[in-house]
C-alpha cells in the first residue's frame, strides 16, 4: 500500500475526499473523512439532546418511551458523519416544465439540503444499526486527536501570564 504525504492526507481531509461509501435507501452515499469541522457540527447537536439519567433495567423502557421524542437528532448526527461538514448541501438540476411545447433552454438549479433528506431515511433504519454505525464512526473520528489539541492549547491559556507586571 502506497503510503500518503501529510500534504496529500491534509488535502484529503480538507476536501473530504470519500473513505468509503454506504447504501441507504437505494441511494449511495459516500463517506467523508474525519474533519474538525464535522466534529464541531456533531457536538453542536449533541449538546442540544436531554440528558437521560442511568435507570435500572427494569425501567429502561420507560425512559427510552419517555425520551424517544427527543432524538430526532440521532438520524442528524449519523447523517452528518456520513456525508461531512462540507457536502451537506447539494445543488441540483430541477426539470422544467414544457411551456407551449418548448423546453426552456437552462434548467434550473436549486440548492438542496441533501443532510435533512438523509437524516429523514436515517429514522427508518433498525436502532441497533444506527447505535453501530455511530459508535463506529465516532471511533474513526480521530477524536483522541482533536482531544490532544484542544487540552494541549488549554494547557498553553493556562500557562500564558493574565497579567502584565510593572516594573
Known sequence: MEQKTIEQKVASAILEKPIGSIEIDGRVYNIAPPSTATLILISEIISTLPIV????KDKILYSVLHHARYFKQLGEIAAIMILGAN??????????????GIIPRKPKKELVDVKSE??????????????DYIINRLQDMEIVDFFVITTSLSEANILKAKKEVER
Open 53 to 56: 439519567e442511568k435507570v435500572p
Open 118 to 131: 438523509l437524516a429523514e431515511k436515517l429514522m427508518y433504519v433498525r436502532p441497533s444499526i444506527l447505535n
Open 87 to 100: 457536502h451537506l448541501v447539494e445543488e441540483r438540476e430541477i426539470p422544467q416544465k414544457r411551456i407551449l
